[in-house]
């Protein structure tokens, strides 16, 4: 099947910094990817959709300018954080769609701000 | 290499029961998770299971045997509403999330 990874897996940084999280789909190519966050309730909610070479989609109350997202190719999306807070320590999860129905969901990032 | 697997499609009634079954191999286990997911949706959780046994909420439930590496979801009563996808997640040794490709579940009435 379709395979989505990310890197990091995980990252610990200090208040104020900014993290780069990365979402590529390995073995096809995604006009669109999601980030998701999950929340200890384990569920996802969706921050944002990036389709390749246009601005990202956020959904109401995800700060745009708080949550970066670069789509640059057809299988790289980037998550930046900026001036991360310990409120922004979650996980967060990436997926790729393939077809119009069909999404494939990455392994997470989980971020821990001090 | 970690592998999760369940069917592809499956087909019910409208008012009946069905099983959708998960099956895993992976390094470490924490826990695993029942997503819903409605066409050009967000998947919406349903259930997470870290110990053995059965989890009942309503209609759905989870079970999960950790030594056959095995989970299923059930659902009752079906309705049409209950049309998606239904997705299975295992958190590995790593907290990594190892993702089925997920169950297309068609409900007829």
Redesign the interface.
């Known amino acids: 099947?379709a395979v989505v990874s990310q890197h990091p897996?995980?990252v610990i940084c200090k208040s104020g910094t900014s993290v780069k999280i990365e979402c590529r789909s390995l073995d096809f190519q995604a006009t669109t990817m999601?980030w998701?966050r999950q929340f200890p309730?384990?569920?996802?909610?969706?921050m944002a959709t990036s389709n390749e070479g246009s601005k990202a989609t956020y959904e109401q109350g995800v700060e745009k300018d708080k949550f970066l997202i670069n789509h640059a190719s057809l299988t790289l999306s980037t998550l930046t954080v900026t001036s991360a807070h310990p409120e922004d320590s979650s996980?967060y999860?990436c997926s790729a769609r393939l077809l119009?129905?069909e999404?494939?969901?990455?392994?997470?990032t989980?971020l821990t701000v001090l | 290499g970690q592998n999760i697997d369940q069917p592809t499609e499956m087909t019910a009634t409208e008012g009946a029961i069905v099983q959708i079954n998960c099956t895993y191999q992976t390094s470490g286990f924490n826990g695993l998770f029942w997503y819903q997911q409605h066409a050009g949706e967000a998947p919406t959780f349903l259930s997470y299971n870290v110990l053995d046994g059965l989890e009942e909420k309503g209609r759905f439930s989870s079970f999960l045997s950790r030594s056959k590496g095995y989970s299923y979801l059930l659902l009752k009563e079906l309705q049409m509403k209950d049309s998606a996808s239904y997705l299975c997640a295992v958190k590995d040794s790593n907290y990594q999330l190892i993702w089925g490709a997920g169950t297309k579940l068609i409900i007829k009435p």
Do not use: A, D, H, T
Request: proline share 5%; no cysteine; net charge positive.
């Open positions: 099947g897996s995980w999601f998701y309730k384990q569920s996802l909610m969706l996980f999860i119009e129905n999404q494939f969901f990455g392994p997470g989980r």
